[in-house]
């Protein structure tokens, strides 16, 4: 007999939810084809360009005949699948050594598909034409590698490195590029980058890099809280701006670091970085001990933004009794009006210092009465409660009744709305069972008896 045991799965103690269940998986990012008059050259005709065999094939594509060169034959080289790899990768090396620099721009637009197949040298040759002379080429060099950077991490880990760092704009936006795409397919070699980046001197890099931890502030572990931490303490408050705005995400992920960030962040001397301070706090699970003690430390703070923020946080954390007492002496020191206006709307109660119609829309409702006896109060004329009675309707009425005139109406009034009590006293006698209209059938007559 063979027994099955279910797999082990670690939970959180305080949900009871797998604690791997948020983590969302790796983004497998894959090389995208492009398509031209190029994809309908068959292997032969590509190596009879190749060769010189022929100059250019006719080719339909698009309802248009294109005459197709060597250039267009560089371009299919991706065509070359499996085994046949072996074929193509030659003839792409050949192709980066062309004198003609439309043929190096289509050997680079061809690497992604033919380095998923068989890298080896080709990105060493990327390296080379990145510093080509010929403006089209670097151009084409650069947009190689942002779109190979995020599949060949390791490929490209020093021409990335360098090209982050470019005086060119152009060369500098498009290794951004590709490292922004590494985030989501391998956040642990951007770690890496970011990690180097935020040693330079350039205020412009360190920006651009403590941005780029947002995206991976769940994916990553403990590096990245390092460097959330490490950019908190810069000195460009830029680079601070930018770390802060990751704690409302990291409050989500891992509140206790994130409480200690924001323990540090709220008493930043820049608004915007203590503004998102405040942020990661509202996120932070109310009854977490230590963000109530960062809410009230903020309501005394000097910047008014801040003091508002935490001042709106307090009906959320304390009950209507503490907040009164709170708001109570808040107002004792606080000098801007709108504040002032909130702190008297937590300090105002509704059943002591309302209007008379408030405080008796706190009291509650008086218990219904019943049908029974409502019914014997309206058959003896009286109203129940506060409502008016209700008059017979003149349709229920028999028809002489309805013919008399107002002024015998005005007489019966009178008479009809004078009923007798609903309580009569009971005398003694009544209670004994004796009546006025008694008659004793057997009179005790003395008489009889003497």
Request: glycine residues 4%; aromatic residues 4%.
């Amino acid at each position: 007999m063979v027994v099955m045991t279910r797999e082990y799965i670690a939970r959180d103690p305080r949900t009871g939810r797998p604690i791997e269940m948020n983590r969302r998986p790796k983004v497998e990012k894959k090389i995208k084809s492009e398509t031209g008059p190029w994809v309908n050259l068959s292997q032969s005709e590509i190596l009879q360009l190749f060769d010189g065999t022929v100059d250019s094939i006719p080719k339909r594509w698009m309802n248009a005949t294109h005459s197709l060169t060597l250039v267009d034959a560089v371009r299919a080289l991706g065509k070359f699948q499996g085994h046949h790899v072996q074929k193509s990768y030659p003839l792409l090396m050949q192709s980066f050594e062309s004198e003609d620099p439309a043929i190096r721009v289509a050997s680079l637009q061809v690497l992604p598909e033919v380095a998923v197949l068989k890298s080896d040298e080709l990105f060493d040759w990327l390296s080379v034409l990145m510093d080509d002379s010929h403006p089209d080429v670097r151009k084409a060099a650069s947009h190689c590698l942002s779109v190979t950077s995020p599949v060949f991490p390791s490929g490209v880990e020093s021409i990335l490195a360098n090209e982050l760092r470019s005086s060119d704009r152009l060369r500098s936006a498009a290794a951004w590029k590709g490292l922004t795409g590494l985030c989501d397919t391998w956040p642990e070699v951007v770690v890496d980058h970011v990690d180097s980046l935020l040693l330079e001197e350039d205020t412009m890099l360190r920006t651009k890099a403590t941005k780029l931890l947002r995206k991976i502030v769940n994916r990553g572990d403990s590096a990245v809280w390092d460097l959330i931490s490490w950019s908190l303490n810069d000195s460009a408050v830029e680079v601070r701006r930018a770390a802060a705005k990751t704690l409302p995400s990291l409050a989500r992920k891992e509140s206790r670091i994130a409480t200690l960030f924001a323990e540090r962040a709220i008493v930043d001397p820049d608004s915007d970085v203590r503004l998102s301070a405040i942020k990661a706090i509202q996120t932070l699970d109310s009854d977490h001990g230590r963000a109530r003690e960062l809410v009230l430390k903020g309501t005394r703070s000097k910047d008014v933004q801040v003091r508002s923020a935490c001042i709106e946080l307090l009906p959320r954390l304390f009950g209507e009794d503490i907040l009164r007492t709170m708001a109570s002496d808040l107002l004792k020191t606080e000098t801007d009006a709108t504040i002032i206006a909130s702190l008297n709307e937590m300090t105002f109660d509704a059943s002591l210092d309302g209007t008379e119609a408030q405080k008796n829309a706190q009291l509650a409702p008086s218990a219904p009465v019943p049908a029974i006896d409502r019914e014997i109060a309206e058959a003896h004329g009286m109203r129940v409660g506060l409502e008016p009675e209700r008059p017979q309707p003149l349709a229920d009425k028999p028809p002489s009744e309805q013919s008399t005139t107002a002024a015998e109406q005005a007489e019966k009034k009178p008479a009809e709305t004078a009923t007798a009590p609903l309580y009569k006293a009971v005398s003694q006698d009544e209670m004994m069972g004796y009546d006025d209209d008694f008659e004793d059938e057997s009179p005790d007559d003395d008489a009889d008896y003497f």
